[in-house]
């Protein structure tokens, strides 16, 4: 049997109160350090960047919350969620953890498309911006809310449920199948932070599966691309040269002509690297980082 993942540099985990919930904050290296803030993506956990972390050349004190709904962090009392809420989140918890600082930022996919807007609504908290893979989603017409709703109050009428496995290492099989790149030994470690027994004993991953309903809003690309006019920091976006086929579209000339919204924008790409590039490659990844905010 292959050995679990030992990480490089240990966790530690604390709980900050905001906006009515308790947030599940992961920490690592020593808090007089570089701040470092990374915020994980759809159905991830903080504790996916360890790889990343494990593999950064110098000490920094590396922030990273759950968001709400997953991992550790509280579920609200609500059965849908709202992509306002992750700013005002990120707002709180940058105000409780580093108060007036100008911080370095790293968003994976969700994440990082949170992290661009927040940039641009708060240009003084950003200091540096990486995205990772947060490319956006593609454009909705007006034409298409009514069908979008419908579906929306169909789904509220049929509880929410998410995939359950026998044993963690049932969990760690299955994100080697959702992704080939991830080592068994990686996938076991991570396999006991994403998940955790339900009430039958069976391991559930740690997202409400409220997450898994559609939005009832559309995508309105003229309002996300105001705030990344707005953006001061300087923003590396990387991409995954390998990245799956739903994102492709950021190779077309309508995606690069949002990208001409950025005003001070760097690209780079990681090879050999899906959509989990911090899990692919994170010994890359972390260069690129390090490279950027460092510059």
């Known amino acids: 049997m292959t050995d679990t993942y030992r990480p490089r540099r240990a966790a530690r985990s604390s709980f900050t109160d905001a906006r009515g919930l308790r947030h599940h904050v992961r920490t690592w290296g020593d808090p007089e350090a570089p701040p470092l803030v990374m915020v994980h993506g759809w159905m991830d956990v903080s504790a996916s960047f360890q790889f990343v972390v494990d593999a950064l050349a110098r000490e920094r004190h590396v922030i990273a919350p759950d968001w709400r709904g997953f991992g550790l962090t509280a579920r609200p009392e609500a059965d849908a969620y709202w992509f306002p809420d992750y700013l005002g989140d990120l707002d709180a918890l940058l105000d409780a ?64 449920r998410m995939r359950d496995y026998a044993t963690r290492d049932e969990v760690a099989e299955r994100l080697v199948k959702t992704n080939p790149r991830l080592p068994l030994d990686k996938a076991r470690w991570l396999a006991g932070h994403w998940s955790a027994p ?32 707005a953006i001061e920091a300087p923003v590396l976006l990387v991409a995954a040269s390998e990245t799956d086929t739903w994102h492709r579209f950021v190779n077309t000339d309508a995606y690069r002509e949002r990208l001409r919204a950025i005003p001070r924008l760097e690209r780079a790409t990681v090879e050999r690297a899906g959509h989990m590039l911090h899990h692919d490659q994170p010994e890359r990844v972390a260069s690129l980082i390090e490279g950027f905010v460092d510059a």
Request: charge should be positive; aromatic fraction near 8%.
């Open 97 to 160: 953890w580093l108060p007036g600082l100008a911080v370095d930022l790293v968003g994976h996919s969700m994440g990082g498309n949170v992290a661009m807007v927040y940039a641009g609504v708060r240009p003084a908290r950003v200091r540096r911006l990486v995205n990772l893979e947060g490319f956006g989603m593609r454009e909705t017409e007006p034409s298409q809310a009514p069908q979008r709703l419908r579906e929306w109050l169909d789904e509220l009428k049929a509880p929410a």
């Open 198 to 229: 339900n009430a039958s004993g069976r391991f559930e991953l740690l997202g409400d599966p409220a997450h898994k309903r559609v939005n009832p809003y559309l995508y309105r690309v003229d309002e996300i691309l105001a705030s990344w006019r």
